[in-house]
Each structure stands twice: as C-alpha cells, then as structure tokens.
C-alpha cells in the first residue's frame, strides 16, 4: 500500500509516520508514504499557490494548477485501485468500515490536504476525489485527517499490527 500525501506542510506528517508501528512498517516494506508540496509545481519563483477568491471576500483561496499537478505525480500512469480522498466538513464519515475497505480495494490512497481558506473547488470535481470528513470538526488543514486515515487504514494491512 502506499499512501501519497499532498501538502504545503508535509514536514508536519512525516514524523507520524515514521514512528511506532507505521514506522516498522514503512521499513518492512508494507507500506509506503510519499509527499508531494504543491508549490515544487508552481511556475514563479516565488512558488506562490494562493489568490483572492474571484467573488471576494476574506483570505486566499489555493490555485487549482498546483494541486492538479501535484495529483498527477502522485497518480502516475496508475488508473486502476487508486482512490483519491479530499478532506472536507460536509464530506462522507470516516469509518472503521471505510478503512477496511480502502485496504482491500486499493494499492494507492492519495490525499489532497487543504490550508486556509481551502483549494479551489475545481481540484475535487477534476480528480473525482471523494470529499471525506473526520468529524464535524474545523482543523487549520487536512494533514490531521490524513494521518488518522493513514493509521486507521495501515492497521488494515495484513502483516503490519503482527
């Protein structure tokens, strides 16, 4: 299983990961993290991913073309038992059930993580992700959910708890 996380903030979900049992099992080879900063897909340099929202309002809305590339990478020439996840509040709940499923039916789980103001709507319909929530919850990003998926789903794994 690998799980590709895309994030401005990586560095916050690596040490996670990397410890305990995932990290055992990321070093037995039963699964895999790789993360992927949109901003290494940007074209100016000062790798901005961030504009006002076209109808106004408050804060910064994340650029699409990023994100999209960022998915791409991730995604490869893979087009079969990859499942795209894109964490939102009004999104299906994330179950236990869910995460046994996702084990079985797919070999890649990528995970969009938004910030602030959130990514462009364009990101979610263009990939097909499945907009998931955590719980009635508002987080500063997606990189939370993404670790308690990335957990819930690695326990999953035949092999990995023993």
């Known amino acids: 299983m690998k799980f590709h996380v895309i994030s401005l903030f990586p560095e916050t979900v690596e040490p996670y990961v990397t410890s305990s049992i995932l990290g055992r ?51 490869g020439k893979k087009e079969k038992r990859v499942k795209t996840v894109f964490f939102a509040t009004d999104g299906k709940q994330f179950t236990n059930t869910l995460a046994r499923k996702w084990a079985k039916d797919y070999d ?31 987080l500063t990003g997606g990189e939370i959910p993404a670790m308690l998926v990335i957990d819930a789903v690695a326990r999953q794994i035949p092999g990995i708890l023993g």
């Open 108 to 138: 890649d789980i990528i995970f969009i993580c938004g910030r602030y103001e959130g990514i462009d709507a364009r990101v979610q319909k263009i990939t097909k992700a499945e907009k998931i929530s955590i719980g009635p919850v508002v």
């Open 25 to 75: 099992a990321i070093e037995d080879k039963k699964m895999a993290v790789k993360y992927y900063n949109p901003r290494d897909f940007t074209k100016d340099k000062w790798r901005r991913i961030d504009r006002r929202p076209y109808a106004g309002g408050p804060g910064m809305v994340i650029e699409a073309e990023p994100f999209l590339k960022a998915v791409a990478k991730a995604k």
